[in-house]
């Protein structure tokens, strides 16, 4: 489907410059998936030593290829690893036939590059259900191998893409005890986004040297904060993976608790989240949804999502109606605890609502110029208590529509 | 906005003939509240000794006539009662002004009718957050009772229309220990629909004599099989009402457990559910879900809810396209447990995946036939138990965008 649409006016103005990360080089080709005349399959080879973590959908449906890298994550090895892309077919709900085709991919992944079976992490996005043409990818892989490079990153982007309008990346160094350590990473999705990494495939390298407990430990909680709180669709894949991996090829060990490198790798991935968001199917609005006075964190991420996933507030986004009649529906119906007349709504810095109606300043000119911006925020006082959640979404337009209502993308 | 968009391609081809119930007399007129050229105000009055139950939103965000029923709907009176509702502003979210706009309309009806402001219900259906023009309403009370006729059944499902594109009308005739007594019911909604009674009015009226305790679990039980498991969009609104009235004109005794009676209003009930459904904003298509082989009922039904409320499976159904593979994407998600290599999937008759993948005997071209249709069923058995669970939609389309991106429809 790419380049089927237009590409999303949220869009950065163009790919990042990312830093070669030593130790982790990548190779893309046209396999022929199911795109024509375009890379739809990425290699990287991670030196020996890297240390792998990952966090995967919670989809109970999840595909043949999640269940294997789950079923990994957790080895070391000294031998190195490899991660295997293809885009264009996700092996999800393929029955036996989608392990047969994960276990082609890796063996033959393995056989080429020297590396145990164990080491080799693969991932598959797109239509589910349909048999994976596996051939077409282990006919690629040595082809592949010979290609390999350390600055063939924003490649492996393009690669990865289905409907994604644009490639998505972004990178940090920081300081870590004096020296310097460097954070890239790729990411793409724009549909079936929800909660626990709805379609969504994310690679983050550093040349860190990490343990393999803090690693999974720092991406587990900062995906939380990130990924896990931005939603398009309510819509959650069954193929959703993120993995990191870090090379130690700086040579620079980071320690748990490392608070630079813990910025920095945030940094990394709530950007590389909002470009997910910003290329939302449809999406002509980005939209921060921030709920404070909650009476927990859990509670007021429960409003947030409940608000960021409304049909109806994302279509009044899309119209630019300030319609905070439907922010207060949400609240209303999400389940978790509110009184109405204790709700604040603002508007950007507009305060709309508060005691139960709409705010005496409040103008319907003020709140409708806010609602003209690309980047609109909702902030939602319940005045209950300290909890605080921040979840970012898009509008829902007629492009949403367009593309999903095709047949078959 | 009634009479903006086309009729929907769904609705029924003329309003039925709806039997008079003695007892309960009606009346409609254009108060000008929101809406210009048409009715927008409907009373109903009751005879003395008529039992009331009612079901209403379970939002923590419901409005003052809302929370004005529910303090009402337990009481017993032989004095009758009356029905006021407005279209147009549903005196949700208006603070202190809600609960004076409810008294205001409340205490003259029961001025006018010589009835306690106890037995006054109102619902008010439309834009959320603006004041009430209670005046227009309380001006036009008198005028109304003189109009009050046991045959205006079908200009009241009129009055109370805001985006419904048809009137919604159903009845039922029953015999109870070989005497007739008759059930007819009216409904507005056809968008912020889901679970808890979204944006839904429904009025329903009987000649039979019916306890309270009786009616009200009859009318309980009823609407968590018939409105309860319909869903438009997922959005749940602040003012969902559903009023029963037994008027007892009949003379005939209806008891607990009378199985022809239940029957007969659950077929009432679940008529004029569907036609909710079926008059989902943008609609053209009619869903039913079917959920079997799940662990509990409630797992069933989670699932089922799931699927009919995924943008994904309902822009597929927009298009016709026969995509499983999304049906087991919002299985996934769902909450609810599933083995993915149990599941087995059909489209009408049609078998179209089974034990984790694709049916052998399935051709697309016959899924895609069944996609044609303008009423479908898609059928899921989970393999794991006895619970079961039907749920009606409707497929999301251009339609949903353009009545609800429109500037404060």
Redesign the interface.
């Known amino acids: 489907m790419a380049g089927k649409y237009p590409v999303s006016p949220l869009a950065p103005a163009s790919f990042p410059d990312l830093p070669v990360i030593r130790g982790a080089s990548f190779a893309s080709i046209a396999a022929g998936v199911r795109y024509a005349g375009r890379t739809d399959l990425m290699l990287c080879r991670l030196v020996p030593g890297t240390v792998m973590a990952g966090v995967f ?1 919670r ?4 595909s043949a290829p999640v269940l294997d890298c789950q079923e990994k994550i957790g080895g070391d090895s000294e031998a190195g690893a490899a991660i295997v892309v293809n885009s264009g077919n ?1 092996n ?7 392990i047969e085709a994960t276990r082609a991919v890796t063996a033959k992944a393995a056989e080429v590059l020297g590396l145990p079976v164990e080491r080799i992490f693969t991932s598959s996005t797109g ?4 048999k994976l043409p596996h051939d077409r990818i282990t006919a690629k892989l040595e082809e592949l191998t010979g290609m390999l490079d350390e600055g063939k990153l924003e490649e492996a982007a393009r690669a990865i893409m289905t409907t994604d309008t644009y490639p998505k990346g972004a990178s940090a160094e920081v300081k870590v005890g004096g020296q310097t350590v460097k954070i890239a990473g790729i990411a793409k999705g724009s ?2 986004i ?1 909660p ?1 990494m709805g379609t969504m495939l994310v690679y983050i390298f550093t040349d860190a040297a990490v343990t393999r407990p803090v690693l999974q430990d720092m991406v587990s909680t900062i995906s939380d904060l990130t990924f896990n709180c931005i939603t398009v ?6 193929s959703d993976t993120l993995l990191m991996a870090a090379t130690g090829a700086s040579g620079v060990r980071v320690e748990a608790g490392d608070t630079g490198f813990i910025a920095a790798l945030q940094n990394v991935m709530m950007d590389l989240a909002h470009q997910v968001v910003k290329d939302g199917e449809g999406a002509t609005k980005f939209v921060e949804v921030h709920v404070s006075g909650a009476h927990s964190d859990v509670e007021a991420r429960v409003h947030a999502k409940s608000i960021a ?4 507030v994302k ?2 986004i ?4 300030p ?4 922010i ?7 389940g978790a ?5 204790l ?1 604040s709504i603002r508007f950007g810095d507009v305060l709309v ?1 508060e ?4 705010a005496e300043s409040y103008r319907e000119a003020d709140g409708a110029a806010h609602m003209k911006g690309q980047s609109l925020k909702i902030s939602v006082d319940l005045g209950l208590g300290g909890g605080v959640a921040t979840v970012w979404t898009c509008d ?3 492009g ?2 367009d593309i ?5 993308s």
């Open positions: 959908t989809s109970s449906t999840r996700s999800a709900f393929t029955g036996r036939n989608g239509v589910i259900g349909e549909g079936m929800e626990d669709d309510s819509d959650t894949s069954t996933n409304s049909p109806l279509t009044a899309a119209g630019e109606d319609n905070w009649g439907r207060v529906m949400a609240i209303g119906k999400s605890q509110a009184d109405r007349d709700i609502a005691k139960g109606w709409v829902l337009t007629h949403y529509i999903n209502a095709d047949y078959r």
